[in-house]
Protein backbone atom coordinates (compact mmCIF):
# COMPACT_ATOMS: atom_id res chain seq x y z
CA UNK A 1 0.00 0.00 0.00
CA UNK A 2 1.43 3.64 -0.60
CA UNK A 3 1.85 6.28 1.55
CA UNK A 4 -0.44 8.53 -0.03
CA UNK A 5 -3.67 5.60 0.79
CA UNK A 6 -2.34 5.50 4.32
CA UNK A 7 -2.69 9.41 4.02
CA UNK A 8 -6.06 9.39 2.85
CA UNK A 9 -7.11 6.37 5.05
CA UNK A 10 -6.01 8.59 7.85
CA UNK A 11 -7.83 11.66 6.60
CA UNK A 12 -10.88 10.29 5.40
CA UNK A 13 -12.26 7.20 6.86
CA UNK A 14 -10.74 7.69 10.38
CA UNK A 15 -11.40 11.66 10.14
CA UNK A 16 -7.86 12.63 11.90
CA UNK A 17 -6.58 16.31 11.34
CA UNK A 18 -4.13 16.60 8.36
CA UNK A 19 -1.21 16.91 11.44
CA UNK A 20 -2.85 13.58 13.12
CA UNK A 21 -2.47 11.95 9.59
CA UNK A 22 0.68 12.95 8.64
CA UNK A 23 2.12 12.19 12.23
CA UNK A 24 0.19 8.29 11.59
CA UNK A 25 1.21 8.02 7.72
CA UNK A 26 4.96 8.56 9.02
CA UNK A 27 4.36 6.27 12.13
CA UNK A 28 3.01 3.48 10.01
CA UNK A 29 5.72 4.03 7.33
CA UNK A 30 8.61 3.65 9.88
CA UNK A 31 6.95 0.28 10.75
CA UNK A 32 6.99 -0.93 7.81
CA UNK A 33 10.32 -0.18 6.49
CA UNK A 34 12.16 -1.10 9.39
CA UNK A 35 9.98 -4.71 9.05
CA UNK A 36 11.15 -5.02 5.78
CA UNK A 37 14.96 -4.42 6.11
CA UNK A 38 14.89 -6.70 8.94
CA UNK A 39 13.31 -9.28 6.60
CA UNK A 40 16.07 -8.38 4.04
CA UNK A 41 18.85 -8.60 6.70
CA UNK A 42 17.87 -12.06 7.65
CA UNK A 43 20.65 -14.47 6.36
CA UNK A 44 22.61 -11.52 5.76
CA UNK A 45 25.83 -10.29 6.84
CA UNK A 46 23.77 -7.42 8.68
CA UNK A 47 26.50 -5.73 10.26
CA UNK A 48 27.63 -4.64 6.35
CA UNK A 49 24.96 -3.60 5.01
CA UNK A 50 23.68 -1.62 8.07
CA UNK A 51 27.45 -0.21 8.37
CA UNK A 52 26.80 0.70 4.57
CA UNK A 53 23.34 2.53 4.91
CA UNK A 54 24.58 4.71 7.67
CA UNK A 55 27.49 5.73 5.55
CA UNK A 56 25.45 6.37 2.54
CA UNK A 57 22.27 8.09 4.50
CA UNK A 58 25.20 10.56 5.57
CA UNK A 59 25.54 11.55 2.17
CA UNK A 60 28.67 9.49 0.97
CA UNK A 61 29.83 9.04 -2.52
CA UNK A 62 30.28 5.29 -3.87
CA UNK A 63 34.31 5.59 -3.68
CA UNK A 64 33.55 6.66 0.08
CA UNK A 65 31.31 3.24 0.76
CA UNK A 66 33.74 1.31 -0.56
CA UNK A 67 36.57 2.68 1.34
CA UNK A 68 34.68 1.56 3.97
Do not use: P, Q
Amino acid sequence: MGWLTYYGNFRCIRRLSHDEALKETLSEGSKIILEELNNFLKGRRRELYVKTLRTVSNGARWSEVKKR
